[in-house]
């Protein structure tokens, strides 16, 4: 009975909210007659509780980090702390508005201004911003502060380098930011090949974007000389931070000659994210990209909170008010609960776990690049092909067993792939449980092929069409459809 609709359940007269009879005076002209509505808004009237199961209900039919396994690589899917939400509802921060004088939210400011201390203290880098909306706009942000600097310096250049296994938002970023994507590919080995490097590097050359630990889950160990050659050139070096998780009080970007770092607090900092929810993409400057960084800029002055006068040199604004705050609130509230210590240990946490996973797995699936990983491990599954079997069959197969698909198909540069993360948050036993399921789903597909092709089996709805899934939403549930 909890597979109706709400306008299904709806009936004439049913009633969530009853309010008190009036005790004034009714006043029929607040509100202007052009703004008034004309027709019902069509909503379904429904009582309290069936409001309330019915959207419990739903929120069991998806798979999410709070219900199980959400090994998602690259998407750092850890368990979100419930606290960051309470710090979140705290009404001195919900009940302000955005245009509020400064004076009149010090408290807001002040967690700005140590959110971004904390930030520059993690990555090692002078200054910060924390408008850009997610990892993506961090990107362009940066690239925009690295043409302002170029530009400043009479030549704005032309081309930007990133690695063949470079996140998609890289390049589009690179495009929208006005340069040329120069594609360098990897080496036998998965790292940056210094020699490939060497022969692209020029004068049009603005900057090079590298994530690091790469998407192959990988440390680039030649980080130092790379960024050598790329100041050598009079570039800048980038680092596309969303594999942040793995360095945490271990390493900073900002030692290792990374200029401009963008860090994705939805994943490296615990904030809820997937489904298009709001992000937040911080990006940390070296100090010579200060003065371009947008603006307003937080700033601590004289034991009080304001707004820094702009910079000439600024970019401007490059969103609406000041970013994501809700997000940045359980940011911070995470980095404060979990100290310097519990940061690195949360690290070196998600290292072992990837690297647990891959000892489990290794013998049962490819491992394209043999090193040790960092916070994930890139898999192939090639091994399904002989028994007419794709890796996107294996992923939709997880489902029945109760855990979200890791992510496939990227790095593009490795064949079927599979790529996990795991996160610090999970147990060995969920670990355990997971590598049972893909070792299992192997066996499957030897003795019944055909299973795999029909999966998933106990999801509300079968297999999408992905491409036009999302654009043609059928949130209708069929009864009849056969399962298991
Ligand atoms: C997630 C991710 C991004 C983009 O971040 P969004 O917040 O999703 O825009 C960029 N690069 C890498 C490697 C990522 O994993």
Known sequence: MYDKLIFEIAKKGKRGVRLPKLDVPAEDNLIPENLKRKSSLGLPEVSEPEVVRHFVNLSAKNHHIDKGFYPLGSCTMKYNPKINEQTARLSGFTGLHPFQDASDAKGALRLLVELGNDLMEISGLDGVTLQPAAGAHGELTGLMLMRAYHEANGNPRKKVIIPDSAHGTNPASI???????????????GLIDLNALEAVLDEDVAAMMITNPSTLGLFESNIVAVAKMIHDAGALLYMDGANLNAMLGIARPGDMGFDVVHINLHKTFSTPHGGGGPGSGPVVVREHLKPFLPEPLPVREDDTYKWAEPSPQSIGRIGAFYGNFGVMVRAYTYIRMMGAEGLRHSSERAII????????????????????????????????????????????????????????????????????????????????????????????????????????????????????????????????????
């Open 353 to 484: 776990n990837a690297n647990y996973l891959r000892r489990l797995l290794e013998k049962h699936y490819d491992v394209p690049f043999k090193r040790i990983s960092m916070h994930e491990v890139v898999f192939s599954g090639s091994v399904f092909k002989q028994y007419g079997i794709r890796t996107t069959d294996a992923a939709k197969r997880l489902l029945d067993y109760g855990f979200h698909a890791p992510t496939i198909y990227f790095p593009l540069i490795v064949p079927e792939a599979l790529m996990i993360e795991p996160t610090e948050t999970e147990s060995k036993e969920t670990l355990d449980a997971f590598a049972e399921a893909l070792i299992g789903i192997l066996d499957e597909a030897k003795d019944n092929p055909e299973l795999l092709h029909g999966a998933p089996y106990t999801t509300p709805v079968g297999r999408l069409n992905e491409a036009l899934a999302a654009k043609l939403l059928d949130v209708k549930y069929d009864p009849n459809r056969e399962t298991e």
């Open 175 to 189: 495009i929208t930011a006005g340069y040329e994507v120069i594609q360098l590919p990897s080496g036998e080995d």
